[in-house]
């Protein structure tokens, strides 16, 4: 969004351009276009060519050098509106004699060849895709499948889910040659994994399980399945799993298929692809037997946030966690989680605070590699699963270092632990000077009953350094 472009990001003048980039950029084509025709189709041709590419990458690293494209649509419609302030005594002339019908005319004709140039290949593109994913649907339904045996028991590590299931797959699968060359100091072994489900109306969360001995190696994968109700026909779920060896060590290896035990019994049967290889493609994907609920719409477009101003200017009243305001003091609740043995925190006063209190946190040593209890940080008790949050907070980082701001899922605080990390870095603060607004936005996953925890740390800190934290806000995102 456009706050985390480069120019309009930090200048909040420019908050009403805010998804209007696209609008503008056309306006100013066609308007180019009334004046002289070919200037307006290259114009077009250039925003189209270099803003492609996008629709297939996006995230603001690979589209931050767009913007440029905005400024120059609000600089041309600009420069059109003061001459035609200028000239508003010829608007009746022009007016009465038509001579606004040949740029009108010029214009309209880049509007239609646009929308004909654009339209038109997308529909033949639909037609062909819709013909080539009907094929490749009924070649996953009827390629040879082998049924995998599946043992099933409780999650034995401390990473994972309370109340679910580790159903463990370990013979049948990787029994084909690895599918790198040779000479390379690592083994990658691939299967393709197929898993029936009947439902029972309720949306089914599966886990395809990594132990996470090296946590750049933890691989593993949340899906939430809508299986349909019951007696409508199996659904299939489809994915790739992999075991990954190097020098004899084993770096990755797929364990097994993580459901809830409320879920169990909706799994059917699990299959392994006897020849994976006969396989254009691994895509996770779902099927529907019987042709019901196929999945149509193979492209799941995100949906676009309110504006960030809107979602600060109403943060306030939408706060899911009352004590983030820090007026109760650290004591406040079960919501604040105070640090053990890495730094302290107080309460204070002073200029810039929102209410009359922040909290004042001090190092003594780094609690970059402490464990998530140990640090500082906010408890929330009832997060939806699936749903996307907003933390926003006020924090003046006086060390010298980057603070971060992390988010998990966390077990009950009566359960054994449990900890799943949503996001490292959802906050990086740099240090600064007086009290400044940060915002990030995080995913729970669709696991239920497990507490949203969000922390703050400071690796290699240096003894005495201090930050104020004030008036943290988690919210739901708004659309």
């Known amino acids: 969004e456009f706050r985390s472009l480069p120019i309009v990001g930090p200048l909040p003048l420019f908050g009403f351009l805010y998804g209007w980039g696209a609008v503008l950029t056309a306006i100013a084509a066609l308007t180019l276009a009334a004046w002289q025709f070919r200037l307006g189709l290259a114009a077009t041709l250039i925003v189209l060519y270099v803003n492609g590419y996008t629709a297939l990458q996006y995230d603001i690293r690979h589209a931050f050098h767009a913007e440029v494209f905005l400024w120059w649509a609000v600089a041309w419609l600009g420069t059109l509106g003061i001459l035609a302030l200028r000239r508003r005594r010829d608007w009746r002339t022009t007016l009465s004699d038509g001579a606004w019908k040949r740029p009108a005319l010029r214009a309209g004709a880049l509007a239609v060849l646009l929308l004909a140039g654009l339209a038109g290949p997308l529909w033949v593109a639909r037609v062909y895709q819709a013909q080539q994913v009907a094929a490749l649907r009924a070649s996953y339904l009827s390629a040879g499948w082998v049924p995998v045996k599946a043992e099933g028991r409780a999650f034995d590590d401390n990473a994972r889910p309370v109340g679910s299931v580790l159903l463990s797959l370990d013979e049948g699968l990787f029994t084909h040659p690895p599918n790198n060359p040779p000479a390379l100091s690592h083994q990658s072994y691939d299967d ?196 996307a949050y907003e933390l926003l907070l006020r924090c003046r980082n006086s060390t010298d270092k980057e603070l971060i701001v992390s988010a998990f899922q966390v077990s009950e605080p009566d359960a054994p632990p449990v900890i799943e990390r949503l996001q490292y870095a959802l906050i990086s603060i740099p240090p600064n000077r007086g009290l400044q607004e940060y915002a990030g936005i995080f995913h729970t996953t669709a696991v239920e009953g497990m507490d949203v925890l969000l922390t703050a740390f400071y690796k290699g800190a240096t003894p005495g350094a201090e930050a104020i934290w004030d008036d943290w806000r988690l919210c739901e995102v708004l659309y």
Do not use: M
């Not at 676009?304 to 943060?315: A, F, I």
């Not at 002073?350 to 970059?368: R, Y």
């Open 192 to 387: 393709y994994l197929g898993i029936e489900l009947q439902g029972t109306g309720e949306p089914i969360a599966l886990r395809l399980h990594y132990p996470s001995h090296r946590e750049f190696a933890d691989l593993s994968r949340e899906f939430l399945v809508p299986a349909g109700a019951p007696g409508v026909g199996s659904t299939f779920v489809f994915a790739p799993v992999y075991r990954v060896l190097k020098s004899e060590e084993l770096v990755a290896n797929f364990a097994g298929v993580g459901v809830r035990a409320r879920d169990q019994r909706c799994i059917v049967n699990i299959f392994r692809a006897s020849d994976p290889a006969g396989f254009p493609l691994y895509p996770n994907i779902r099927l529907q037997e019987g042709g019901v609920d196929t999945g149509q719409r193979w492209l799941t477009l995100q949906r676009k946030p309110l504006p960030y101003s809107e979602r600060k200017r109403t943060s306030h009243a939408r706060n899911l966690v009352a004590a983030g305001d820090f007026e109760g003091g650290w004591e406040r609740g079960a919501e604040i989680q105070c640090p053990r043995t890495y730094s302290r925190v107080v309460s204070v006063q002073g200029p810039g605070v929102h209410g009359q209190f922040a909290l004042k946190q001090t190092w003594q040593s780094g609690d970059g590699s402490a464990s998530v209890g140990d640090q500082f940080g906010l408890r929330f008790t009832t997060p939806k699963p699936g749903t």
